[in-house]
């Protein structure tokens, strides 16, 4: 169930060329944020921010998230013209992934719940 698990982990924020700490403060949050509703316990939760140096980039702000949900990696990604939005936005990824990923253990767990035991041949 979403928000059963508590996960107060450090999210790891790596820059690449010139990013305003504000941004590095957003993506922290945000990935926060997604882990509050994490199905499952998170070991890893990193951040990548990257402005490419091509003013004719119509999207230069990249963003990439990353966690690791009790051992499955997930990840999402996105660039927008301002870095704001790429967080916003691959955060919203993330949280979409992890929901799909709960709903499929929950179906899962349902399945296997629901299925009868194997018999037994007599000896």
Same mark, same amino acid.
């Given at each position: 169930?979403?928000?059963?698990?508590?996960?107060?982990?450090?999210?790891?924020?790596?820059?690449? +060329?010139?990013?305003?700490?504000?941004?590095?403060?957003?993506?922290? *949050?945000?990935?926060? +944020?997604?882990?509050?509703?994490?199905?499952?316990?998170?070991? @890893?939760?990193?951040?990548?921010?990257?402005?490419? #140096?091509? #003013?004719?980039? #119509?999207? #230069?702000?990249?963003?990439?998230?990353?966690?690791?949900?009790?051992?499955?990696?997930?990840?999402? @990604? $996105?660039?927008?013209?301002?870095?704001?939005?790429?967080?916003?936005?691959?955060?919203?990824?993330?949280?979409?992934?992890? *929901?799909?990923?709960?709903? @499929?253990? *929950?179906? +899962?767990?349902?399945?296997?719940?629901?299925?009868? $035991?194997?018999?037994?041949?007599?000896?």
């Amino acid at each position: 169930m979403p928000g059963t698990v508590a996960n107060q982990i450090d999210v790891k924020v790596t820059t690449v +060329r010139n990013v305003p700490q504000a941004d590095v403060r957003r993506a922290r *949050e945000a990935v926060s +944020r997604v882990l509050a509703h994490a199905p499952r316990p998170v070991h @890893y939760a990193a951040a990548t921010l990257n402005v490419l #140096p091509d #003013p004719a980039a #119509p999207r #230069p702000n990249l963003v990439s998230l990353r966690i690791d949900l009790d051992g499955i990696p997930v990840s999402a @990604y $996105a660039s927008a013209a301002a870095m704001s939005d790429a967080v916003a936005l691959a955060a919203a990824r993330l949280r979409a992934r992890t *929901e799909h990923l709960a709903k @499929y253990w *929950e179906t +899962r767990r349902a399945a296997a719940a629901a299925a009868p $035991a194997p018999r037994r041949a007599p000896h």
